[in-house]
Structures are given as C-alpha cells and as structure tokens.
C-alpha cells in the first residue's frame, strides 16, 4: 500500500493489525473478540494466552504461557509472567515485571515496578516504583506516594505482606516479609 495522506495510513494500520492478530491466534493465543485488541509491532503473546475485548498492547510487551488479559486494559513496556491474571481495566506502564500467577485486579494502574510470584493487587491501586513481595496482598485504594515534587522514590513491599485497604505507602519505605 501506499501511504500519501492519513485515510491511507490508516489503511495500512487495519491491515497490519489484521496480519498480527491472525499470527497471535494461530501462534496459540485465545482473541475473545480480535477485531477489538490493538497489537504493537513487537507485542510477544506465548501459548494459552487469552486476550479479552478491548485491550491495547503498546511497544515493548511480552506476555507469557497461561496469561489472561481482561477486557479495557492497557500494556506498554511490561513483562508478563506464566499465568498472571490482569484487569480488567488495567494500566501497565513501561518497566514492570508482573511474576507468576500475580493477580493484577480492575483499576490498578503500575509503572516501574515488579509484582513478584503470586502477589494480589487486586483493585482500585496505583503501585509505582515499587517492588511487591511474593504473595503479599495489596487492598484496595492502596497508592505508592513516589514522588516528593523533586525525585522519585522507590517502595519495597516483602514477600507475604498485607497491606491494609487505603494505605497510601509514602516512600522511601519498606515493609519487612510476612
């Protein structure tokens, strides 16, 4: 195709989504409505992965084995691991790691951080330059105040922890294992 004005650019643009999201499912990943998921160029998708309606997969995502993606979220620069569960409604900004089996609910929006193996977050959060412990559980309404108005600070949640609905986890902070 040639592209010579923005009608014909976005022709070109339906056409490739069409291309990547015919190789998505025929590369083993379940597209519950594929006319209405958006692929980067570079999205990476592994086998038995599901994809709800309405998700947007930005630069730089991989999503491994196993992985549902609920409906309305949105990826950019993230790394899933096996078996993770996200959204719907999730925001995943560039540099996070989502471990194995992690649960990232509706309305949690993360940036630079890592949700490590089997660790909750599971509605209505913003988790930013953070790392989650192993299975700790992050309730509801739970902020990572990262910024003073000068640097970013980072917060460190351990292993098994529990945090409380409406913490907001002014950093520097760290919240010991268990």
């Known amino acids: 195709l040639g592209v010579n004005d923005r009608a014909q650019l976005a022709a070109a ?3 490739m989504q069409r291309r990547l999201r015919r190789a998505a499912m ?4 379940t597209l519950i409505d594929p006319e209405t998921v958006t692929f ?3 999205t990476r998708l592994g086998q038995d992965v599901t994809v709800e309606p309405h998700v947007f997969f930005g630069p730089g995502v991989n999503v491994a084995d ?3 993606i609920r409906a309305f979220s949105h990826l950019e620069g993230v790394s899933v691991a096996e078996g993770a569960t996200l959204g719907p409604f999730a925001r995943l900004r560039p540099e996070t ?3 194995a089996r992690a649960r990232i609910g509706n309305f949690v929006e993360i940036k630079a ?13 913003y988790i930013g330059d953070a790392r989650v412990g192993a299975d700790a559980n992050i ?3 739970t902020i990572t105040c990262n910024y003073d108005g000068i640097a970013k600070h980072r917060t460190e949640i351990g292993a098994g ?9 002014v950093a520097p902070v760290s919240i010991g294992d268990g």
């Open 97 to 99: 790691e989502i471990g």
């Open 66 to 68: 196993g992985a549902t």
């Open 26 to 29: 025929l590369g083993g990943a």
């Open 13 to 15: 643009e339906a056409a």
């Open 40 to 42: 980067s160029y570079d």
């Open 113 to 125: 951080a890592r949700v490590e193996p089997g660790a909750k977050v599971n509605h209505l959060s």
């Open 161 to 169: 922890a529990f945090i409380g609905s409406n913490s907001s986890l």
């Open 139 to 141: 309730g509801a309404g």
